[in-house]
């Protein structure tokens, strides 16, 4: 059973910093993209960064340039997503996700997988 579990939300100040973790298990991902999805209250999910499994190339949304940073860690089956100088604007749910396909996640092909998620929220 595949399986995408986040963790590391939480509330936190105006210009301040989180990590979050996405550890996948169940299969391999070498073909994958693996990335970070957000949704706000009475908003749609949006993309925010992905990373490819395969050879570390990284593509983010422009709202978190500088400010946001992807990484993995083969071994461990883990991504991760360093959060600094986040904004109110930044407060979401944050799901990760794993699939085949373009870097921004537009369309897929074959199996697609999800997180349930961890709360981010900051505090002006």
């Known amino acids: 059973q595949v399986q995408l579990v986040e963790s590391g939300g939480g509330l936190v100040q105006a210009g301040g910093s989180l990590r979050l973790s996405c550890v996948a298990s169940?299969?391999?991902?070498?073909?994958?993209?693996m990335g970070w999805f957000r949704q706000a209250p009475g908003k749609e999910r949006e993309f925010v960064v992905s990373?490819?499994?395969?050879?570390?190339?990284?593509n983010y949304a422009d709202s978190v340039k500088g400010r946001f940073t992807i990484s993995r860690d083969k071994d461990k089956n883990m991504v991760y997503l360093q959060m600094n100088s986040l904004k109110p604007e930044d407060t979401a749910v944050y799901y990760c996700?794993?699939?085949?396909?373009?870097?921004?996640?537009?369309?897929?092909?074959?199996?697609?997988?999800w997180g349930k998620g961890t709360l981010v929220t900051v505090s002006s």
């Open positions: 169940g299969r391999t991902f070498s073909s994958y993209t």
């Open positions: 990373i490819k499994w395969s050879d570390g190339s990284t």
């Open positions: 996700r794993a699939w085949m396909g373009p870097p921004k996640g537009d369309y897929y092909y074959g199996m697609m997988y």
